[in-house]
């Protein structure tokens, strides 16, 4: 986990990112989720996950960590 976390902090650095705000990452790890809906199949994968909070995110980046992090 501190690999992640020190990853997203990478990321922050080399990246340009909108301004934080609140955003429900359930609502868009379920939207990654969909999108990857096919790749999941395809790989006979199952992701599961405890409910997650509300956080002060950039969504953008939000999303492409948790795509990252299933395709990986």
Not at 21 to 35: A, G, P, T
């Amino acid at each position: 986990m501190q690999n992640l976390i020190d990853l997203l902090e990478f990321s922050r650095v080399t990246t340009r990112s909108s301004e934080l705000k609140s955003k429900d990452s359930e609502l868009i790890l379920n939207q990654v989720l969909s999108n990857l809906k096919l790749f999941i199949k395809e790989n006979n994968a199952t992701v599961s996950h405890d409910p997650l909070p509300v956080v002060m995110a950039d969504s953008i980046q939000l999303v492409q960590f948790f795509q990252n992090l299933i395709i990986n």
